[in-house]
Every structure is written in C-alpha cells, then in structure tokens.
C-alpha cells in the first residue's frame, strides 16, 4: 500500500525541461515559426505558477500524480495497428471508411483517405506531416485562434511539448459528407501530448471523430491535449470526441470551437476512462446568428475524478448556444461540472442553455454541479439548469411487476437515462458500443 | 472492508500538528489532538475542496475539535465526522485510527 504524504500544490510539479523542447524541434526539422512558437508557449509555462486554488482548479486536486513517470516522454516502441482494440477501428458508417487515421504512441500505424474527399481537396493528415505540405494552412490556425499557449498552465504546456497530433481541413464550399475517424491510441506509460486542429472553411461541412484510448498502463501517465475547431462562416461541423484511456492516466486538456457567422457545430464528448480528467471545453461564437450543441456524457467508477469546465461565449448576436451533460457515478468516483453561459455587452438576442444531469449510482460517489451566467446584454434568454438523483425505486418497480429481474431493470433504466445523449452521436455502431462500455461499468 | 494501513510513526504527528495523506487514492488528514489521534478525509462535503488549507495554502487551525471550511465556514468535529454547522449538510468520512508498535494505523 502506497501511502503518500500531500505536499504543497506548488511543489509537486511537472520534470519537462526547456531542452525537451528544443530536442523535439530539432529533431523534427521544424520550421523556424514553429520552433519559435513552442519556445514562446514553453516561456509562457515557465511564467505561470501551477494551478492551485483558482476558482476553476480549486476542486481539482492532482497531487497524487507521480510527475516522475508522467513526464517521461513516451515514445513510440514498434507497437503496431495489431495493438488497437477493433471497436476502435470499425469503419463509422458502412463498410468503408471516409478517412481512418490511426496513431499508436503517436506514430502513424494506418493511414487511408477515400478518393470522393481527395477530390474535393479535403486534407486529412498527421500534424507533423502538415506542417511540412500545408505550412499555410497548419501556421494560420495552429494555436493561433482557438486554444492558446496563455489559456493555462497546460495549455502552454502544450503549445511547448506538443508530440503529435492530426489536421483536418475541407475548403470551403465543401460538403465532406464521408465522415473522418482518428485513432490516438497509446501503449507506452508517461506524456503524451496530442493535438487535434480541424478547420471547416466557409459554407462547408465535415464529421470528424476522434477516439482516444490506451492499454493498461503499470506507471503513472499524463494526456496533455489540446483541440481546436475552426468552424467558418455558414460552415457546418459534427466532431465526436471519446476518451477511454487507462485507470493509470491523468488527463489535462483545453478544447474550444469557434463559431463562425449563420455557422453550426454539433460537438458531442465521451468521458469514459483515466484516474483523473480536467477538460475545458470552450464554444466561442463569434459570429452573428452562430449556433453552438455541447453534448456530454460521461460515466466514473472506483476512483475517477472527471472534472469538466465548460464555457459558452457568446461573441456576437444572434447567437444559441445549447449545452446538455449527463453523468453518472458509482463506488467512490467523483464528478464535477462547472458551466459557464458568458455574453458580452451588446450582444442581444442570443439564446443560451445548458443542463446537466447527474445520476449518483452509491453512497459514496460525489457528483457536484455548478452551472453558472454572466451576462452583460439586456435583451437575452438564458437559463440553466442542474439535477441530481438516484435510480428511482417506482421505474425498478414499474419493469419488474413487468416480470424483468431487478438487475435487467436498473440496467434499462439507465440506459434510458444515457440514450438521449447517445442518440447524438450520429453513427449507430459507436451508439452500440458506447451503450455496452456503459453497462459494463454498471455491472463491474 | 477497510483495512488498518500503517501511515508514519506516531512521532511524526506531534501535539497540535496535522499531515494530510494519500491512501487508497483519498485525501486522508491525521491529527494529533493532545496525543490522541483523529483521521478525517480532507474534503469539505459542502463545496468538495480541502479542509485543510485555505486558497493561499495555509494551514487551517483546529477550534478544539472543530475544523471550520476557510471558504463558507461549514464546521465538522474531527473525531466523528460530524457536521456541525452550514452549508455542509453531510458528514465528512471519518476514520479509525490506532497505534500499534509506534505507527499510526489508519483503517481504510
């Protein structure tokens, strides 16, 4: 039994060096803007304190990560596709896929990309391969708009020591309508850092999922991720994002979508693995008349601690803005959720909500939710909303004077719970899957 | 079935001093009130942050028994977990401890 003593939240920090910063960019042959660019974010990291007791982070304690095996650097060994779980690789839609990327410890094991999005000038590429054939594209977008090395501690991080990550663009006017399917799948214990940039010009449409996973881990691991999603004007975006990684894994990201004029992101978020998650996820509208669809489940067993921060800026008028988060916990696991609707002055008309419901499955989980406005127009409609309960004895009882075994009826009644989440995801094979991860944890 | 786990000597924690551990993946506090030890876990019930410390990292005194949260002063009495005054409406865990050769034990 490993028993620790706390230290201060100031003592127990990260062991990456500015030199790993370097080696990385050196070795990679990167441009000179990207070099400068990480050393910027990495002098950003070094400036700010690591988070303590901020509003956003005071819930948040992650003194027990060992920083000495989280950060090492993974690196990839040889492991191969043969590694990735098949669930993970089923094509979305169909029998083939649009696009299917998939990096095992950040190194491509599989690559294919259907010829219909070739022709339409679609990219889909690893980040490292874009910032050498696309340099344009990846230097205009790449921590530039959406997440920014000043966002955080970790966000800094990130912009200094990103590993790998994947691009992808549809021009505009383009409709890609094959969806695009990203495996980052992780095998060795330590950092990971990885990035996803997706950029959907104006007037055009992609789907994108990315599914996040590893195998089980014997040391302590840290994801230090970041996603940004451009979303241009009358454009229209779709991206899924599924994070199931090892119990030994301590997540730390930023994600943010903006939102461009008449545009529409639908974003729909799986919390399922890792020790610890911390998540900003940010949709910015910046755009007049820009709608923005959060959408988030997320199930902790045993000792998880997710941590969710979300924001909805309103940036423009016009704007909507819907938020829906459904959880549930069990044994000792923890969730927290902090919401936040923010509308800057003048901004009017805009429409803004959000909910999350919270499913407490034992005595000893712990779901907090604080959901929140800050409003600076005078002509909006925003509400929010949280609820908390547990498994109502009258559903058990209703499907059990049915003749179903009390087991099969808890198990209906929280798949109830979870399906109107689930009905978002827009690929009937991921919906299938999801629903039996979730039963899983409701049974183990 | 919680488990005694050995923590730190008993001298570790003189009179009057606390050390917040980790075990089994908990914030677990150890107090040492007149050589009597008290284990609570580190959580305030109302708001989910530390008991312990407040937002600059400074120890948080003990009133006799009593811990008050330094955010919205919901009090516990650390030798039983419990709640003693709002906003906190449930009691915070509490834990068994004993010495046993010179270590404190903690049942988890």
Known sequence: MVV??????????????????????????EPQWLRDLRLSAWATYESLPMPTMEEEWRRTDYRHIHWNEASKLAVANGATMATVPQKNLEPLMGDNQGGLLVMVDGKIVHYELADELKNLGVVFADLETAVRDYEHLVRDNLMTKAVKPTDGKFAALHGALWQYGAFVYV????????????????????SALGHVL????????????????????TAHSAYIGATELIVGDAANLRYVALQDWNRQTYEFSHQRALVGRDANVDWINGTMGSRLTKAFLEVDIIGKGGNGRMSAFFFADKNQFFDLDTQQNHNAPLTVSDLLFKGAAKDTARTLWQGMIKSLPNMQKIDGYQACRNLVLSDDARMDGIPGLEIEADDVKCSHAATFGTLEEDYIFYLMARGIPRAEAQLMVIDGFFDE??????????????KAEIEAKILS | MADFITVCPASEIT???????????????????????????????????TLT???KGNEVPLEGFTIACPRHG????????????APALVDVPWFAVRVIDGNIEVAV
């Open chain 1, 4 to 29: 620790a003593r706390r230290s201060s939240r100031a003592e127990n920090i990260p062991h990456y060096t500015r030199a790993d910063v370097e080696t990385l960019s050196a070795n990679r042959n």
């Open chain 1, 171 to 190: 021009p505009r006017n383009k409709v890609a309508e094959l969806p695009l399917h990203i495996v980052m799948y992780n095998t060795q214990d330590g």
């Open chain 1, 198 to 217: 997706v950029v959907v010009e104006d007037n055009a449409q992609a789907t994108v999922q990315v599914d996040y996973a590893s195998s089980e881990g």
């Open chain 1, 421 to 434: 989440l689930l009905q978002r995801i827009p690929f009937e094979r991921v919906r299938d899957r999801l």
């Open chain 2, 15 to 49: 009179a009057g001093q606390r050390i917040v551990f980790n075990i089994k993946d908990r914030w677990i506090a150890i107090f040492n009130v007149s050589d009597k030890y008290y284990a609570i876990e580190d959580v305030c019930t109302h708001d989910g942050n």
């Open chain 2, 53 to 55: 410390e407040d937002e």
């Open chain 2, 74 to 85: 919901a009090q516990f009495d650390i030798r039983d977990g419990k709640v003693l005054r």
